[in-house]
């Protein structure tokens, strides 16, 4: 079965073949980021602008990549929600479009699902049940990944995502957007200890998190230390960082794990190519002798082969949405 899968939830345009949810035939990807930076964030009324310029392009380059026609198609997918609405719009209105004048189905996915469905790629023989850590720009949760369709939220952050964490501290620095990345470099050559920021407990609610405190602690100390004059070692704060985000991540995904018993765990989603937490994590595994399945670089970011992958479980669990997808209207990520 072969699906077009189009994505456009924030600032990436992007267009996939896949073959039977697993096989990538094509997987073009439009990234604005250059854009954005000199906001220092997304701007959404361009991001929603530049996807209408480039989805069209961008699905007849992943033909022809795919070396296809949209005679071969079978189904389109597109990532429905949660996202900025305006971006969102854009795919799936193309997705109906062209599911309309092609006589195809047309599969809505939720993105973090496709998220959890880059671990397919990544690793074919991967087969639910497992749990799974879903952390990115906008969403932080620790998801049961009980089949390919059927999924639960067990623990998630009360107010910001760790991704988001990331950018806005980057940006404070000055370091660059988003900050993922240039956080990550830094902290490589720091001392992770030189620094001292909170870790949240969330009473009651063992795997919930909190990184608003985490954000303001970080933000002050930076300022502090810029009104007194003093250096702020970039390397050293980079890695304490990253670390107080590991250390509220990685102890929480493992008590899932356990509750569960499944002795597999997955990552998903932008901030899964962090190398602190995938280190950390890795040291995790192999003392409880589980399973871990991290997936490749490139389809940590936002991409459409996640979607497509995503997709194909979707129709054949009997989910699609036609070309009204207001039934699907939803952000929880069980589609209610």
């Not at 092609?102 to 996915?109: K, S, T």
């Not at 749990?131 to 910001?160: F, H, P, Q, W």
């Not at 990184?211 to 050293?236: C, M, R, V, W, Y």
Request: with cysteine; glycine share 12%; charged share 20%.
């Amino acid at each position: 079965m072969n699906i077009l899968a189009i994505e456009s939830s924030c600032d990436d345009t992007a267009a996939a073949v896949v073959r039977d949810g697993r096989e990538v035939l094509s997987n073009c990807v439009n990234s604005q980021i250059e854009m954005h930076t000199i906001y220092g964030g997304v701007v959404p009324e361009i991001a929603s602008r530049k996807h209408v310029e480039a989805v069209s392009g961008l699905c007849t380059q992943a033909l022809a990549d795919a070396g296809m026609t949209t005679a071969d198609l079978d189904a389109i997918a597109v990532t429905y929600a949660p996202g900025l609405i305006g971006a969102v719009l854009v795919g799936v209105n193309f997705a109906k479009g062209a599911a309309m004048a092609l006589d195809l189905p047309l599969i809505p996915v939720h993105h973090v699902r496709g998220h959890i469905a880059a671990n397919y790629l990544t690793h074919p023989g991967l087969e639910p049940p497992f749990v799974c850590l879903c952390v990115s720009g906008g969403t932080t949760a620790i998801v049961d990944v009980r089949s390919y369709t059927e999924m639960e939220i067990m623990g998630g952050t009360r107010d910001d995502a760790a991704g988001e964490c990331f950018d806005k501290v980057a940006r404070v620095l000055g370091i660059g957007y988003p900050g993922g990345g240039p956080m990550d470099r830094l902290a490589r050559e720091g001392d992770d200890s030189r620094y001292e920021l909170p870790r949240v407990h969330v009473k009651g609610a063992e795997l919930d998190m909190s990184f608003s405190g985490l954000k303001t602690a970080s933000l002050n100390l930076i300022h502090n230390s810029q009104q007194k004059g003093e250096e702020l070692n970039l390397p050293d704060f980079a890695a304490s960082f990253g670390r107080a985000v590991s250390e509220s991540l990685v102890p929480r995904i493992i008590e899932a794990a356990r509750q569960k018993g499944y002795g597999k765990i997955a990552v998903a989603g932008g901030v899964a190519a962090n190398s602190r937490i995938r280190n950390d994590l890795t040291a995790a595994c192999a003392r409880e002798g589980w399973q871990l399945y991290l997936p490749e670089l490139r389809y940590c970011g936002d991409n459409s082969a996640m979607i497509g992958c995503q997709g194909y479980y979707e129709y054949l669990a009997g989910r699609r949405g036609g070309l009204d997808l207001n039934a699907y209207a939803t952000r929880d990520i069980s589609l209610g």
